[in-house]
């Protein structure tokens, strides 16, 4: 069992083949994104995103890479999108853009969260909603759609059947036993799709290290409320914009302590206006108020529902905490961090966390309080699903390298041939063909960055600048050179910005750049851009000794 770091471009599909291509969600959690081909056409499972981390400065959202299908879209089928949570529809209205009349298939609350986006994008979509046990057949894909749960409502799993053989998706799940609205992952039909045969397994890896049984969610309820019980101030509780489940919990709990709730955060209130108005929300009358109109009630009867439990510097958590909203926490107040911590938001959580405490509030995380539960399957549930469908392969999905091997191996005990894990990373294709899936080759898949309005601009390399420009600092060189004797006639001069030393630390180095410039442009060198790299190098060599810091250095050398 291991990964393949280098492939070729795989070859031509042969007939009869089923061919699988994951665009994201393989080596990292989020912008889950995959193709599956037979006999030219596509189907596409789930179209997410990925959230940056603090070495991706100025960056919005990560999308996965469409140019492997960009020339084909016509060839698409369908986008099915197992739930409504980000890193599953978050991309849609970015493929959209490329091809508007896509059909997208999902239960009745994914697509409403997914059309809400849309609006904003002014993109019309064509949808059909489905809903577990039905079955649906575009071209040569029949799909068959399974209930699971989740920490979202109306998730599903996607059987997917053709001539080469069948595929389960499992999108994101677990299998609680006492959820919150009754809506058990159905084991009966997996085991008669195991039955039938499941020739390739694409399992859901997130929790696939921790062993045993994923907490219910009903034990989250009592610990909110002794929470709420125990608190005279104001109650912040930050959860992610789409866990209905949460909220509810945070209503009831309201509504036991004589607690009034207002949502926070542009997509709280769209989602949560949603999923009441579909009935997957039950709000007791009377209870919700305006956030505007909160700061009139005593601090004993409001609870405030906020995004930004990741520390999301632009989400309503972050901005409270650095007194940039109209939320305000003081001492005495309870601030609940009602969310599992995504690998790689360590740092930005913790500065909120500090930034809270610091204004008084008592901060209530994963950590301190069962106060969240993953809504991923642990290894244990993982073990059930492999011993209950018999999968003839299996190939993990969703999570970082260390979850797909993780989940490889719970295969692997329950009797699955190690030569029939596929461990992939986003691009590896995968072949499907008489029960037997295999490594065909990869196709390039690099990350598309949105950065405000641009989508796809923005390279590595800028981002390496940026990261540069925020940890090390900027200097500039400027110099004039009369290009008929070579000598300088006006600077050089230096200047830096986000470097502690003043500018006439450059003092001693002027005269070196000078005396360089000059030689360069009499020896005949007196090409611009050849002159700005000598100063570059020049002053780049001193700043390293001298300084020990390695800044951004910009040359502008102008021949007059």
């Given at each position: 069992?291991h990964?393949?770091p280098?492939l070729?471009l795989p070859?031509?599909l042969?007939?009869?083949?089923?061919r699988?291509?994951?665009?994201?969600?393989l080596?990292?959690v989020g912008?889950n994104?995959h193709?599956?081909e037979?006999?030219g056409?596509?189907l596409?499972i789930?179209c997410?995103?990925?959230?940056?981390?603090d070495?991706q400065?100025g960056?919005?959202?990560?999308l996965?890479?469409?140019?492997y299908?960009?020339?084909r879209?016509?060839?698409v089928?369908?986008?099915v999108?197992?739930h409504?949570h980000?890193?599953?529809?978050?991309?849609v209205?970015?493929?959209?853009r490329m091809?508007?009349d896509?059909p997208?298939?999902g239960?009745q609350?994914?697509l409403?969260?997914?059309e809400?986006?849309?609006r904003?994008?002014?993109?019309?979509?064509?949808?059909?909603?489905v809903?577990?046990g039905q079955?649906?057949?575009?071209g040569a894909f029949?799909?068959e759609f399974?209930?699971?749960n989740?920490s979202?409502?109306d998730?599903l799993a996607?059987f997917?059947?053709?001539?080469?053989?069948t595929v389960?998706?499992?999108?994101?799940?677990?299998?609680?036993?006492?959820p919150l609205?009754g809506?058990v992952?159905?084991?009966r039909?997996f085991a008669?799709?195991?039955?039938e045969?499941?020739?390739l397994f694409?399992?859901?890896?997130?929790?696939?290290?921790?062993?045993g049984f994923t907490?219910a969610?009903?034990?989250?309820?009592?610990?909110?409320d002794?929470?709420?019980?125990?608190t005279?101030g104001r109650i912040?509780?930050a959860?992610?914009?789409?866990h209905?489940?949460?909220?509810?919990?945070?209503?009831d709990?309201a509504?036991n302590h004589g607690r009034r709730?207002?949502?926070v955060?542009r997509?709280m209130?769209?989602?949560?206006?949603?999923?009441a108005?579909l009935?997957f929300l039950?709000?007791?009358?009377?209870i919700?108020v305006?956030?505007?109109?909160a700061?009139d009630?005593p601090?004993?009867?409001i609870v405030f529902?906020?995004?930004g439990s990741?520390?999301?510097?632009?989400a309503?958590?972050?901005?409270?905490?650095?007194?940039?909203h109209k939320?305000?926490?003081?001492?005495g107040?309870l601030?609940?961090?009602?969310?599992?911590l995504i690998?790689?938001?360590?740092?930005?959580?913790?500065?909120?966390?500090?930034?809270?405490?610091r204004?008084?509030a008592n901060?209530?995380h994963?950590?301190s309080?069962?106060?969240?539960?993953?809504?991923?399957a642990s290894?244990?549930?993982l073990?059930?699903c492999y011993n209950?469908?018999?999968p003839?392969?299996?190939m993990?999905?969703?999570g970082e390298v260390?979850h797909?091997?993780?989940?490889g191996r719970l295969?692997?005990r329950?009797?699955v041939?190690p030569e029939?894990?596929?461990?992939a990373e986003?691009g590896?294709?995968v072949d499907?063909?008489?029960?037997?899936?295999r490594v065909?080759?990869?196709?390039?898949v690099?990350?598309?960055y949105?950065?405000?309005?641009?989508?796809?601009e923005?390279?590595?390399?800028?981002l390496?600048?940026r990261?540069?420009?925020s940890?090390?600092?900027?200097v500039?060189?400027?110099?004039?050179?009369?290009?008929?004797?070579?000598?300088?006639?006006?600077?050089?001069?230096?200047?830096a910005?986000?470097?502690?030393e003043d500018?006439s630390?450059?003092?001693?180095?002027l005269p070196?750049i000078?005396k360089?410039?000059e030689e360069a442009?009499?020896?005949g060198?007196?090409?611009?851009?050849?002159?700005?790299?000598i100063?570059?190098?020049v002053?780049?060599?001193?700043v390293?000794t001298?300084?020990?810091r390695r800044?951004?250095?910009?040359?502008?050398?102008?021949?007059?």
């Amino acid at each position: 069992m291991h990964f393949h770091p280098e492939l070729p471009l795989p070859e031509a599909l042969e007939p009869g083949t089923l061919r699988l291509v994951p665009l994201g969600g393989l080596g990292e959690v989020g912008r889950n994104m995959h193709v599956l081909e037979y006999e030219g056409r596509l189907l596409i499972i789930d179209c997410g995103v990925l959230f940056p981390e603090d070495n991706q400065p100025g960056v919005d959202l990560i999308l996965p890479d469409f140019s492997y299908i960009e020339d084909r879209l016509q060839d698409v089928e369908a986008i099915v999108l197992t739930h409504g949570h980000e890193d599953h529809i978050g991309a849609v209205p970015f493929l959209l853009r490329m091809r508007q009349d896509i059909p997208l298939l999902g239960s009745q609350l994914t697509l409403a969260f997914v059309e809400a986006k849309l609006r904003e994008h002014r993109i019309q979509p064509i949808t059909l909603a489905v809903k577990e046990g039905q079955r649906e057949k575009l071209g040569a894909f029949d799909l068959e759609f399974v209930a699971v749960n989740h920490s979202i409502p109306d998730a599903l799993a996607v059987f997917v059947r053709t001539p080469a053989g069948t595929v389960l998706n499992t999108g994101d799940f677990k299998m609680d036993q006492l959820p919150l609205d009754g809506r058990v992952t159905d084991l009966r039909s997996f085991a008669r799709l195991g039955e039938e045969g499941v020739d390739l397994f694409q399992v859901d890896s997130t929790n696939a290290e921790v062993p045993g049984f994923t907490t219910a969610e009903v034990e989250i309820g009592p610990v909110i409320d002794r929470l709420f019980a125990q608190t005279k101030g104001r109650i912040v509780v930050a959860s992610f914009s789409s866990h209905v489940h949460r909220v509810q919990q945070v209503i009831d709990a309201a509504e036991n302590h004589g607690r009034r709730v207002a949502f926070v955060g542009r997509s709280m209130v769209r989602n949560m206006g949603i999923a009441a108005e579909l009935g997957f929300l039950r709000v007791p009358d009377g209870i919700l108020v305006d956030a505007r109109q909160a700061d009139d009630l005593p601090h004993d009867q409001i609870v405030f529902m906020s995004t930004g439990s990741q520390g999301e510097p632009m989400a309503a958590l972050s901005r409270i905490a650095s007194l940039d909203h109209k939320v305000r926490v003081s001492e005495g107040d309870l601030v609940i961090l009602a969310s599992s911590l995504i690998p790689g938001n360590e740092n930005a959580v913790f500065r909120v966390i500090n930034g809270l405490m610091r204004l008084g509030a008592n901060v209530v995380h994963q950590g301190s309080a069962r106060v969240h539960v993953s809504g991923h399957a642990s290894a244990g549930e993982l073990l059930y699903c492999y011993n209950i469908l018999k999968p003839k392969n299996v190939m993990p999905i969703h999570g970082e390298v260390r979850h797909l091997l993780a989940n490889g191996r719970l295969a692997v005990r329950t009797g699955v041939d190690p030569e029939r894990v596929i461990f992939a990373e986003n691009g590896v294709v995968v072949d499907l063909k008489d029960g037997v899936a295999r490594v065909a080759g990869a196709v390039e898949v690099h990350n598309v960055y949105v950065d405000g309005s641009s989508v796809g601009e923005i390279t590595d390399s800028e981002l390496k600048d940026r990261r540069i420009l925020s940890e090390e600092g900027f200097v500039s060189v400027f110099a004039v050179i009369d290009s008929t004797n070579g000598r300088v006639v006006s600077g050089p001069e230096v200047h830096a910005r986000g470097i502690a030393e003043d500018d006439s630390v450059f003092d001693a180095i002027l005269p070196e750049i000078k005396k360089a410039l000059e030689e360069a442009a009499r020896a005949g060198n007196a090409d611009s851009h050849q002159l700005q790299q000598i100063a570059r190098r020049v002053l780049g060599r001193y700043v390293g000794t001298k300084l020990r810091r390695r800044p951004m250095i910009i040359p502008v050398v102008v021949e007059a």
